[in-house]
């Protein structure tokens, strides 16, 4: 996708990378309605979310690594652009040697229309070991298009269904590249040969079907956009609960980063950001996208937690670590007990091998500042390959 917030009538092309000398390392939501949008499409899109569902990719063993909690991740975007002048793209570089994770483009520019190329960069992300996301171009249906795909009905339950379409078809695409991530971008910005309408709600019914479309095949839908588009394509539609990614044109990966802590176009803090020196696009993971480890005692959520005989989880496997067990499972058997009590005793405890608050405290539970860990979700943008 190429950022233009200048030329709001521009055809957008697709997030085109940079080189950059400093590192070589990017109105209101409606989830009831959407609901009922995705259960009346099931049936629509059962044939493609069983042909995409079949796919799996193992990662194998030398996958990229998922970053460390509370660090930021840095990757491209790539799409026909990067196909070969001879392919009908622009033979612009693929993703840079440092990146972790490559956002391909599904679409050469048009809803229907696929990525000429995609097959042979699926085959470069997997080679390379690259997180892998998706991305593909929205658009306002053509008179041909709502005949084919909308059927009848009102004019949004027309539009919901081509929506919803558009989904099935890079459903589709998927499905024969072997490419599978767990969610899919859905760009949002003003076409020239497929410009969007003048009735902000007629748009929202397309990205309705479209978000719909893939939640009934188990993929989750963000959105690419930017303000102004933002605006003039929805009317400024406020949907804090859909992950967002956000261009900032050519200012820089400071300003990108930057952006991370502001609220996007839509309400909510953004995803991904993204840059661009208008040879590639660079993107970057907002902080919590890889989480953040917990800080202080570990044992602090514990507290109130009692252990006896027979308990199991995370709070009887952190009382096995503590206690030094060799083969520590998660479950309180005889030999968990027996620790207990030796661990009573030498404390000058009740030796009943039951653990309460006075014995998390001795083990050291509500010392220092606890700051809980903060799960991180890149394998919700990405697939490993």
Known sequence: MRFNPARLGLVTVMKQTWRVPLVELAPTIRPGRLTTIAATLGLILSASASSVSSVSVAPPANASPAPAPGATAYGNDISWPQCPKRGGGNGLPGPMTSASFAV????????????????RQVASVKTR????????????????????????????ERLERVGAAQASFNLGTMARVGLRPPMVWVDVEPRTKSPWSANAD???????????????????AGIYSYKKAWKAITGARFMPGVPTWVPVGHTGRAVAAATCDKAS?????????????GVRDYDLTCPGVSGRAARGNLLTPYLNVALASGSRGDAVLMLQRRLGAPNPDGVFRP??????????????????????????????????????AVRGFMSALFAST
């Open 335 to 372: 030999t968990t007990r027996a620790r207990v009590v030796a661990f009573q005793r030498a404390h000058h405890l009740t030796t009943n091998g039951i653990v309460g608050s006075v014995e998390w405290r001795a083990l050291g539970a509500g010392t220092g500042t606890y700051t809980p």
């Open 129 to 156: 070991h690259l997180w892998a996301g998706a991305y593909a171009i929205s658009t306002y249906p053509t008179n041909a298009e709502l005949t084919r795909y909308g059927g009848t009905g009102t004019m949004t």
């Open 202 to 220: 007629n748009n929202n019914a397309v990205i309705d079907g479209v978000i719909a479309g893939y939640g009934a095949s188990g993929v989750r």
């Open 104 to 119: 391909l483009g599904l679409t050469d520019g048009g809803s229907f229309r696929p990525n000429p190329c995609l097959a």
């Open 265 to 277: 176009y839509a309400g909510s803090k953004p995803w991904l950001t993204q840059w661009t020196d």
